[in-house]
């Protein structure tokens, strides 16, 4: 048994259900899940990720203050909407990103998948960039990015790993409702507010 994988599951999947229940709590959990991750993706010469859960780290920071100055009556985050033009510049910039860091990682190391492991840490990137500043949009990211991840863990034989982004995809499919279910629900709230 894979200690760490194992462990770094278990966080992770506290993290996500957390994420997913717009609950502040989520994001101390991620950061440690991110450690340990980071750890059980360089032993695997998972270069890419490795630098995600780095990368990761900083945007739970910057998640973490966003969230926190946008909660609800309720205590959880509010869900703010996503400008078609932001998406579009944001997925730019997540493609661009893909490819500078699969060329980097394909000449300059020895990475298991330089392409593939890159367009995943940059377009995961996107996606979180998302999620910390509240739109739906990331759910919908992460149910293509986790199910794109199954495949490439079960070729590098990270089974506990891929069992966890099979049940991402999951997760991020109850938080895609809840979170369209809370932005139906704060809409009248905010109309109202707007109007004061």
């Not at 990331?138 to 506990?160: F, M, N, P, R, T």
């Amino acid at each position: 048994m894979d200690w760490p994988e194992l462990i770094g599951a278990l966080l992770s999947v506290w993290g996500v259900w957390l994420t997913a229940q717009r609950r502040m709590l989520s994001w101390p959990v991620n950061v440690v899940a991110c450690a340990v991750y980071g750890w059980v993706f360089l032993d695997a010469r998972l270069y890419s990720d490795t630098l995600l859960q780095l990368t990761f780290a900083i945007f739970i920071a910057y998640g973490w203050y966003r969230w926190k100055q946008n909660l609800g009556r309720d205590r959880r985050v509010r869900v703010a909407r996503l400008q078609p033009t932001h998406a579009l510049l944001n997925l730019g910039v997540g493609a661009v990103g893909a490819l500078c860091l699969g060329y980097v990682m394909h000449a300059w190391t020895d990475a298991a998948l330089p392409w593939l492991d890159s367009a995943l840490t940059a377009f995961s990137l996107v996606a979180q960039w998302w999620q910390d500043r509240r739109h739906c949009a990331a759910w919908w990211l992460w149910i293509i990015l986790d199910a794109i991840y199954v495949g490439e863990y079960i070729y590098k034989q990270l089974l506990i790993t891929s069992a966890l982004y099979a049940g991402f995809v999951v997760l991020a499919i109850i938080g895609l409702r809840a979170w369209r279910q809370a932005e139906h629900d704060e809409m009248p709230a905010l109309a109202t507010e707007a109007q004061r």
